[in-house]
């Protein structure tokens, strides 16, 4: 349920954000939240799509077509597939708490207002 909540309307609002179909948000929501469960997760983990990817994905969709979506997405994947097989989320001890702090506080903020100001 809570998934259906929160990711949904994201899912939807983002796909509209990129210009896509509010159809290729709803594929892509039930995509990452299948991968997330099938190799893993953490219990009460939610998995979806930011407001950075969006912007992104919005972006490459106009320049060069909806058809390099696919193909960035997997790419992204593998390159977080290798990150965590080389053991590189360690590094994130080098990034101040001031900064992390930020950064969250903002994807939170972006998350509400787009996911209000969709309905």
Same mark, same amino acid.
């Given at each position: 349920? !809570?998934v259906a909540l929160?990711? *949904?309307?994201e &899912?939807v609002a983002? $796909?509209?954000i &990129?210009? +896509?179909?509010?159809l290729?948000?709803?594929?892509? $929501?039930f995509?990452?939240?299948?991968? !997330?469960? /099938?190799? @893993?997760?953490?219990?009460g983990m939610?998995? @979806?799509a !930011?407001g950075?990817?969006?912007? %992104? /994905? &919005?972006? +490459?969709a106009?320049?060069? @077509?909806?058809e390099? /979506?696919f $193909?960035? *997405?997997v790419?992204a994947g *593998? /390159?977080? =597939? =290798? $990150?965590? %097989?080389?053991? =590189? @989320?360690?590094?994130?001890r =080098?990034v101040?708490?001031p900064?992390i702090f930020g950064? %969250?506080?903002?994807i939170?903020?972006?998350?509400f207002h %787009?996911?209000?100001?969709?309905?």
């Amino acid at each position: 349920m !809570t998934v259906a909540l929160a990711l *949904v309307p994201e &899912a939807v609002a983002f $796909a509209l954000i &990129a210009g +896509l179909s509010p159809l290729t948000g709803l594929y892509a $929501a039930f995509m990452v939240c299948l991968i !997330t469960s /099938i190799f @893993g997760g953490r219990p009460g983990m939610i998995s @979806g799509a !930011t407001g950075a990817i969006a912007v %992104v /994905i &919005a972006t +490459l969709a106009k320049s060069h @077509g909806v058809e390099y /979506i696919f $193909a960035t *997405v997997v790419l992204a994947g *593998v /390159i977080q =597939l =290798l $990150a965590g %097989v080389l053991k =590189l @989320g360690k590094l994130i001890r =080098l990034v101040p708490h001031p900064v992390i702090f930020g950064f %969250v506080n903002g994807i939170g903020n972006s998350h509400f207002h %787009v996911t209000i100001g969709y309905f």
